[in-house]
């Protein structure tokens, strides 16, 4: 079965850290560019970050620059967002996704085959 799994996530003060898991099973991950998205309640899902299967091409979101950093683990078959110096207004929740396009220019929830479950993320003192 193909699917995407995540974990992590949570509540966190302002100022703090969370790292969020995404496992892949049923594919190899190291065949897809993968991606992070967030929603909020009313609002689109919104690309924050994404890298190319080549790791050459990223993308990063302005308010996630030099806070956020997505990886892979090539052996483990999983991806992570580590999220650093956390805002209230980056309470959301949050999406792993592997797909077709990795751009540094922009994301789009349709270049996206695969997608977790979702985790909310909360940052609030």
């Known amino acids: 079965q193909v699917q995407l799994v995540q974990s992590g996530g949570g509540l966190v003060q302002p100022g703090g850290s969370l790292r969020l898991s995404c496992a892949a099973s049923g594919f190899s991950l190291n065949n897809f560019n993968i991606g992070w998205f967030r929603q909020v309640p009313g609002s689109e899902r919104q690309g924050i970050s994404c890298v190319s299967t080549s790791g050459l091409r990223t993308y990063l979101e302005d308010s996630a620059r030099g806070r956020f950093t997505i990886s892979r683990d090539r052996n483990n078959n999983t991806m992570y967002l580590q999220m650093n110096n956390l805002k209230p207004e980056d309470t959301a929740v949050y999406f792993c996704?592997?797909?077709?396009?990795?751009?540094?220019?922009?994301?789009?929830?349709?270049?996206?085959?695969?997608w977790g479950q979702g985790t909310q993320v909360t940052v609030s003192s």
């Open positions: 996704a592997a797909g077709r396009v990795c751009v540094s220019e922009k994301m789009h929830v349709g270049w996206y085959d695969y």
